[in-house]
């Protein structure tokens, strides 16, 4: 039994292919239901977040079951499946854990060490659970990847001053407007991009910060929290009119804010410039609203470019942190190794209950009068005195790769050695 990862990225593929192949929630129970209908696919965990859409399956036989995956994956896109494998990677066994855990501690983000991955990793083994399969692999695996993303933020520097796609889109602003003194904007979500987007700009000098979302109550909550105000969803053009800097992250599957719209705003607001954040795949702003004289649309892509000052202050807590996993993969590999033996532990097990069971049944026979349960329980304790040390040597031990002969092998099972 190996874990396989099959998925794609901000490095493999631009935001318009991640946006065709982002997860719906409305449509994640089905896709697992596809994926787990393959009888050699035992569990399986999906990962959908705006810079990646990665598919973990446990499997005997992870070249026929990753291809199995992939057409469902085209499929459910409607993108060719050779199209498809020019912008995905895969990998199997070591590899998929070593990248599970990078991922998870921010290792493969857009922003080096961000810390909003680990709690999307979370929430996709909770998802799994839930619509998918979860059993013996995934749930050592989720045990695993929270020890070793809490031990890197915990033992290294790579959460300090933390940066996320939400602070980048408002470094971005600052950027281009030079000062936001005099400068309102517009919030379109409250979901946790919106809220650090929202505070980030409480913490500067611009002058009005409006939130809208569709479920009202979150709006106001966010709103109360960075002294802004809150807008029912329902009449988000009429903002559009006042506000110099929208940034967006809902789970819309369409977009938001639309050429036309704008276009006419454009016209009320005698074409002083808007600057369009979009950080949500699917997007919610048209790209084409960039075609408008002075609206400038960016997406979360081009946020690279004002990362990347980031990542090289990260760079050396990296190396740390890749360390740790390395280390965490290793013990996560000595565990999948163990699971080899365990059939063999049962059996042997077995053998010494049925042994055990026998010579029962012979000295009731033999002795009628003899309490069973007194018999029963002192056969059961001394079977189990004498398994424990070499079934416990078994346990940590027996999956090694050393080469014994028969006599040193029951020296090491009994701890007979030096006797």
């Known amino acids: 039994m190996q874990l396989a ?69 085209a499929e459910e896109s409607k993108i060719q499946l050779d199209e498809l494998k020019n912008h995905t990677y895969t990998y199997c066994g070591r590899d998929a854990i070593k990248h599970l855990f990078k991922v998870a501690c921010g290792l493969d983000s857009l922003v080096l060490g961000e810390p909003q991955i680990f709690g999307q990793v979370k929430d996709a083994f909770a998802n799994a659970k839930i619509y998918g399969k979860v059993d013996r692999f995934l749930k050592k695996l989720e045990e695993s990847t929270i020890k070793i993303a809490k031990k890197v933020r915990t033992d290294t520097k790579i959460a300090e001053n933390p940066v996320s796609v939400s602070y980048a889109a408002v470094e971005l602003a600052k950027k281009i407007f030079g000062s936001l003194k005099n400068k309102s904007a517009l919030i379109i979500g409250a979901g946790e991009m919106c809220e650090l987007a929202a505070k980030h700009l409480s913490t500067t000098d611009i002058s009005s910060i409006v939130i809208t979302n569709r479920t009202f109550q979150k709006a106001e909550a966010l709103a109360k929290e960075v002294s802004g105000v809150a807008k029912p969803f329902s009449n988000i053009n009429e903002y559009l009119v006042d506000a110099d800097i929208i940034i967006s992250s809902t789970g819309a599957p369409d977009y938001i804010v639309r050429y036309d719209d704008v276009k006419s705003i454009m016209q009320k607001r005698k074409y002083s410039p808007m600057f369009f954040i979009d950080i949500a795949v699917p997007r919610d702003i048209d790209p084409k609203i960039n075609e408008i004289e002075n609206t400038y649309v960016y997406d979360i892509d081009d946020l690279k470019s004002v990362v990347e000052a980031n990542k090289k202050a990260r760079e050396k807590e990296a190396v740390k942190a890749m360390e740790m996993v390395e280390e965490a993969v290793d013990s996560f590999f000595d565990w999948v190794k163990s699971l080899k033996i365990v059939p063999t532990i049962k059996n042997l097990r077995l053998y010494f209950e049925e042994i055990k069971n026998n010579e029962l049944i012979r000295l009731k026979e033999k002795h009628k009068s003899m309490d069973e349960t007194l018999l029963n329980y002192a056969l059961t304790s001394y079977l189990n005195k004498v398994l424990h040390t070499p079934l416990t040597n078994l346990k940590n031990l027996g999956a090694g790769s050393e080469k014994y002969t028969l006599a040193e092998a029951v020296e090491i099972l009994f701890n007979l050695k030096g006797e």
């Open 5 to 73: 990862v099959v998925g794609l990225n901000h490095n493999t593929a631009s935001v318009e292919l991640r946006e065709c192949l982002a997860v719906p929630q409305e449509r994640i129970e089905q896709i697992y239901s596809n994926i787990l209908k393959n009888e050699r696919i035992y569990e399986a965990l999906i990962l959908s977040t705006c810079n990646r859409v990665e598919y973990y399956i446990v499997t005997d036989d992870f070249l026929c079951n990753v291809e199995s995956v992939l057409k469902i994956v």
